[in-house]
């Protein structure tokens, strides 16, 4: 069995440590098919939240350290929104929350279907904007 199907199948095998466990648990009530994974030193849990995915990052001692949230379009602030549909079609949104700072991922599709990755503020300020 490839390695994928196998995690699939048997899960990760990842358990962390129960401080690790319990910031989770603080930080993200009613998340639901959590797997764990263990990378560079920290935690990562991937789980899903009313039906969005996120992956949050904890440091071994089980500070959360960032964590993600993939969002469909409509979910979007309406500047970060605007921004995107003026460079092409989005076809996919994550929200970066690490620390208190919220930052934007969106990767779109112009009309002569070259993909670009767009890095947006919360305040909808295109800080980076790189053709993939």
């Known amino acids: 069995?490839?390695?994928?199907?196998?995690?699939?199948?048997k899960g990760t095998g990842v358990s962390p440590s129960a401080v690790c466990r319990q910031s989770f648990a603080?930080?993200?009530t009613d998340a639901i098919n959590v797997e764990w994974n263990e990378t560079d030193g920290s935690y990562e849990a991937i789980f899903y939240k009313y039906n969005l995915e996120h992956i949050a990052l904890f440091s071994?001692?089980?500070m959360l350290m960032e964590y993600r949230k993939k969002l469909p379009a409509e979910f979007l602030p309406e500047a970060i929104k605007r921004l995107a549909l003026s460079k092409g079609e989005i076809m996919n949104a994550l929200m970066y929350?690490?620390?208190n700072s919220l930052e934007y991922e969106l990767i779109v599709r112009d009309h002569g279907l070259?993909?670009?990755l767009l890095l947006i503020s919360d305040e909808?300020?295109?800080k980076?904007?790189?053709m993939l």
């Open 60 to 62: 071994m001692e089980g």
């Open 26 to 28: 603080e930080n993200f």
């Open 124 to 126: 909808g300020e295109l």
């Open 1 to 9: 069995m490839n390695d994928f199907l196998r995690k699939v199948v």
């Open 97 to 99: 929350n690490k620390g």
């Open 114 to 116: 070259r993909r670009y």
């Open 128 to 130: 980076e904007e790189r």
